[in-house]
């Protein structure tokens, strides 16, 4: 019996014994309050939702508050807030779903009542019992803690070992060309984080089952997948991918010859994947950092705006003014004082604080807050201008009921702002708003920014896909605890074609290095943000008569910059303004004309790029795809890469009762 069955057997175990725990749980939730027959007038049900409403916002107010203070300032007193105030308001949303099961919401006529019943029939997190709860919690935050006060050494001076992720490893790794301190930057942060989390994240993950079962769903992928209010959703996400995958594997082969010319093939093989750490991005889900050494045209000028923001010293307020600037010449309002009063923009001295990028609505319909620690270069005014896409919509929905202050889906959040960046980065714009000096006209320079465009957005679509495959298989159960690593490798050899600059073994746990994964933030929404931005850019172009779909050579869509436009801005506000009151299909079509997600408009944006990659790789004689030559990931280091000692111990054991010479059989076996 190998490792792997044992841990099986033990966790199967595991599972027997608390059967009687979970379906407690979840019979706790099923009884309701009452017996008396479901209240069905609808007059009640809406006094019971303004009622319902009105508690909320304060009580959401002060959970996000307590939230924001722990993000900003990690401490053992903040994080005891955070955990006291997380539960009050589960409390607080668990009674009331209770309250709401008296009303018989499936009969109402009323869609705007019968949507928020809807809406509420699933609890959430705070489903759980209590003790679990408090449990889910405290394993939650301190894997975020150990992401966010991660620290690794200087590889060129191991004395200076303070290094956080934001902004000195971030910025070694943009900057860097050394292949081995690449590698030890590599080494080192998935030391720091991911290895220190595996126990911590076995245990959060059987926390996720039992979430999913308590709200009546067999799967946490479908528990996680309910705000796309689709049976098709995950085969209609593959279709996409099968759409899109012949442009990347376009794109790869292109790379990877461009990487094997700058370290050697010794390292870059021509047919096998990429090794991960050469993309100038910890994760190499984005490689926009590497653009110069994979530039097609050398002698077009550079669409960088970081020289100019350095020469005429942008400040991170003056970064996000600027990005304030974009929606504003759309119509849409100046963002409020308390904004600009409340929120965070660079790194706080002294303090370890969660440096990742993010947008807070602080449930009092005025406080909307960023979080960023910024630098001074083009890529965090790209983040600038996301961020405030999703602080944008928020203001916009804010006078919705709660139930209905979130995106049309958790996708539509994250687009607003990528398609704003689509935008922003055309030369023309940066050269309008004074970030670059002219704009250079030719087929040469098209490619280049075409190439740039799709190092950022067509590279991370196989990773926006494999992140929740990878969650969902742990939490569904069909990734066992011994295959946690090597089930992540296998994912991203298949969908990225990247591989680890080491084989890694089951002793690590490279998952937990993203921040995603860490704090346990659903990663599909950024795919399907990938997806629809295009869509949604798209339409907006061809009302702000930036893009002609009958004649696109002389108006194509990746020159297309709505800023500026009053007409692409009002359309814009009025599926803001939606929230997630109707169902996405509906909001999207406010927008686009269309209901579904749609890679055409992604293809028809790089239609010059696919036809150059395509001729330049048929030239260079590149081969398309990968096979691995080595194992990206093996059980473990020991002899073999299949046993470990207590597995050796116990067949030391057995070979040594044997009858005769046990002991010599032993060496003659090992």
Same mark, same amino acid.
């Given at each position: 019996?190998?490792?792997?069955?044992?841990?099986?057997?033990?966790?199967?175990?595991?599972?027997?014994?608390?059967?009687?725990?979970?379906?407690?749980?979840?019979?706790?939730?099923?009884?309701?309050?009452?017996?008396?027959?479901?209240? !069905?007038?609808?007059?009640?049900?809406?006094?019971?939702?303004?009622?319902?409403?009105?508690?909320?916002?304060?009580?959401?107010?002060?959970?996000?508050?307590?939230?924001?203070?722990?993000?900003?300032?990690?401490?053992?007193?903040?994080?005891?807030?955070?955990?006291?105030?997380?539960?009050?308001?589960?409390?607080?949303?668990?009674?009331?779903?209770?309250?709401?099961?008296?009303?018989?919401?499936?009969?109402?006529?009323?869609?705007?009542?019968?949507?928020?019943?809807?809406?509420?029939?699933?609890?959430?997190?705070?489903?759980?019992?209590?003790?679990?709860?408090?449990?889910?919690?405290?394993?939650?935050?301190?894997?975020?803690?150990?992401?966010?006060?991660?620290?690794?050494?200087?590889?060129?001076?191991?004395?200076?070992?303070?290094?956080?992720?934001?902004?000195?490893?971030?910025?070694?790794?943009?900057?860097?060309?050394?292949?081995?301190?690449?590698?030890?930057?590599?080494?080192?942060?998935?030391?720091?984080?991911?290895?220190?989390?595996?126990?911590?994240?076995?245990?959060?993950?059987?926390?996720?089952?039992?979430?999913?079962?308590?709200?009546?769903?067999?799967?946490?992928?479908?528990?996680?997948?309910?705000?796309?209010?689709?049976?098709?959703?995950?085969?209609?996400?593959?279709?996409?991918?099968?759409?899109?995958?012949?442009?990347?594997?376009?794109?790869?082969?292109?790379?990877?010859?461009?990487?094997?010319?700058?370290?050697?093939?010794?390292? $870059?093989?021509?047919?096998?994947?990429?090794?991960?750490?050469?993309?100038?991005?910890?994760?190499?889900?984005?490689?926009?950092?590497?653009?110069?050494? $994979? !530039?097609?045209?050398?002698?077009?000028?550079?669409?960088?705006?970081?020289?100019?923001?350095?020469?005429?010293?942008?400040?991170?307020?003056?970064?996000?003014?600027?990005?304030?600037?974009?929606? $504003?010449?759309?119509?849409?309002?100046?963002?409020?004082?308390?904004?600009?009063?409340?929120?965070?923009?660079?790194?706080?001295?002294?303090?370890?604080?969660?440096?990742?990028?993010?947008?807070?609505?602080?449930?009092?319909?005025?406080?909307?807050?960023?979080?960023?620690?910024?630098?001074?270069?083009?890529?965090?005014?790209?983040?600038?201008?996301?961020?405030?896409?999703?602080?944008?919509?928020?203001?916009?929905?804010?006078?919705?009921?709660?139930?209905?202050?979130?995106?049309?889906?958790?996708?539509?959040?994250?687009?607003?702002?990528?398609?704003?960046?689509?935008?922003?980065?055309?030369?023309?714009?940066?050269?309008? $708003?004074?970030?670059?000096?002219?704009?250079?006209?030719?087929?040469?320079?098209?490619?280049?920014?075409?190439?740039?465009?799709?190092?950022?957005?067509?590279?991370?679509?196989?990773?926006?896909?494999?992140?929740?495959?990878?969650?969902?298989?742990?939490?569904?159960?069909?990734?066992?605890?011994?295959?946690?690593?090597?089930?992540?490798?296998?994912?991203?050899?298949?969908?990225?074609?990247?591989?680890?600059?080491?084989?890694?073994?089951?002793?690590?746990?490279?998952?937990?290095?993203?921040?995603?994964?860490?704090?346990?933030?659903?990663?599909?929404?950024?795919?399907?943000?990938?997806?629809?931005?295009?869509?949604?850019?798209?339409?907006?172009?061809?009302?702000?008569?930036?893009?002609?779909?009958?004649?696109?050579?002389?108006?194509?869509?990746?020159?297309?910059?709505?800023?500026?436009?009053?007409?692409?801005?009002?359309?814009?506000?009025?599926?803001?303004?939606?929230?997630?009151?109707?169902?996405?299909?509906?909001?999207?079509?406010?927008?686009?004309?269309?209901?579904?997600?749609?890679?055409?408009?992604?293809?028809?944006?790089?239609?010059?790029?696919?036809?150059?990659?395509?001729?330049?790789?048929?030239?260079?004689?590149?081969?398309?795809?990968?096979?691995?030559?080595?194992?990206?990931?093996?059980?473990?280091?020991?002899?073999?890469?299949?046993?470990?000692?207590?597995?050796?111990?116990?067949?030391?054991?057995?070979?040594?009762?044997?009858?005769?010479?046990?002991?010599?059989?032993?060496?003659?076996?090992?």
């Amino acid at each position: 019996m190998d490792i792997a069955l044992l841990l099986t057997v033990f966790i199967v175990g595991i599972a027997k014994v608390n059967s009687k725990e979970l379906a407690n749980s979840i019979g706790s939730l099923t009884t309701t309050t009452t017996t008396s027959e479901p209240i !069905t007038d609808e007059n009640l049900a809406k006094a019971f939702l303004a009622t319902l409403d009105m508690e909320t916002d304060e009580r959401c107010h002060n959970r996000t508050l307590a939230e924001w203070i722990l993000a900003s300032d990690i401490t053992p007193e903040n994080r005891v807030e955070a955990i006291k105030s997380s539960l009050e308001y589960s409390k607080f949303l668990k009674q009331k779903w209770k309250e709401s099961q008296q009303y018989g919401w499936s009969g109402y006529h009323d869609p705007f009542i019968k949507r928020q019943f809807k809406l509420l029939s699933t609890l959430g997190m705070s489903s759980l019992p209590e003790a679990k709860l408090k449990k889910y919690n405290y394993l939650k935050q301190t894997l975020e803690s150990i992401f966010s006060k991660a620290r690794i050494c200087k590889p060129s001076d191991k004395r200076k070992c303070d290094l956080g992720l934001e902004p000195e490893v971030t910025e070694l790794m943009m900057y860097s060309r050394n292949e081995t301190e690449l590698k030890s930057l590599w080494t080192q942060w998935r030391s720091a984080t991911g290895k220190k989390m595996r126990k911590d994240y076995t245990e959060f993950a059987s926390i996720m089952k039992e979430v999913a079962l308590t709200n009546n769903f067999p799967e946490v992928s479908s528990y996680e997948t309910r705000f796309y209010e689709s049976p098709n959703f995950l085969n209609d996400l593959e279709k996409l991918w099968d759409q899109l995958q012949p442009f990347y594997l376009q794109l790869h082969g292109y790379i990877r010859r461009k990487l094997g010319e700058k370290y050697g093939t010794n390292i $870059v093989g021509s047919t096998e994947p990429i090794p991960s750490h050469l993309f100038g991005n910890m994760w190499a889900q984005s490689w926009g950092n590497i653009f110069e050494l $994979v !530039t097609p045209f050398n002698e077009t000028k550079s669409i960088d705006a970081t020289p100019f923001l350095v020469k005429f010293q942008f400040t991170p307020r003056k970064m996000a003014q600027v990005a304030e600037n974009f929606f $504003v010449s759309m119509g849409f309002p100046n963002l409020p004082q308390e904004f600009w009063d409340g929120s965070i923009l660079e790194k706080l001295k002294d303090k370890d604080m969660v440096c990742h990028a993010s947008s807070w609505d602080l449930c009092d319909k005025k406080n909307f807050w960023i979080k960023q620690c910024t630098r001074i270069n083009m890529e965090d005014l790209i983040t600038l201008h996301h961020e405030m896409g999703h602080t944008v919509y928020q203001i916009q929905y804010k006078n919705l009921p709660k139930l209905f202050r979130d995106g049309a889906n958790p996708g539509f959040h994250e687009a607003i702002g990528d398609l704003i960046s689509l935008s922003v980065q055309t030369p023309q714009h940066l050269t309008k $708003v004074g970030l670059l000096e002219d704009v250079e006209e030719s087929f040469e320079a098209d490619i280049n920014y075409l190439l740039l465009m799709a190092l950022e957005k067509i590279a991370f679509l196989p990773f926006g896909l494999l992140v929740d495959k990878w969650r969902w298989g742990v939490f569904d159960g069909k990734i066992a605890p011994a295959h946690y690593n090597c089930e992540w490798w296998k994912l991203r050899v298949k969908y990225q074609g990247v591989s680890p600059p080491e084989t890694r073994t089951e002793d690590d746990f490279d998952p937990g290095a993203k921040y995603h994964v860490a704090v346990n933030y659903g990663y599909t929404r950024y795919f399907v943000s990938s997806i629809i931005e295009f869509q949604f850019h798209q339409a907006l172009c061809k009302i702000a008569a930036e893009f002609d779909p009958l004649n696109p050579d002389s108006k194509p869509l990746h020159k297309c910059d709505i800023y500026g436009s009053k007409d692409a801005g009002r359309t814009l506000m009025r599926m803001l303004r939606l929230g997630s009151s109707k169902p996405w299909p509906e909001a999207m079509e406010s927008l686009t004309g269309q209901k579904k997600m749609d890679a055409g408009p992604i293809l028809d944006y790089f239609r010059p790029l696919i036809e150059w990659l395509t001729f330049d790789n048929i030239k260079n004689n590149v081969t398309i795809g990968w096979k691995e030559k080595k194992p990206a990931c093996r059980q473990s280091q020991n002899k073999a890469g299949i046993f470990n000692s207590s597995l050796l111990i116990l067949i030391f054991t057995i070979v040594a009762s044997l009858p005769g010479n046990g002991i010599g059989l032993w060496f003659k076996i090992f």
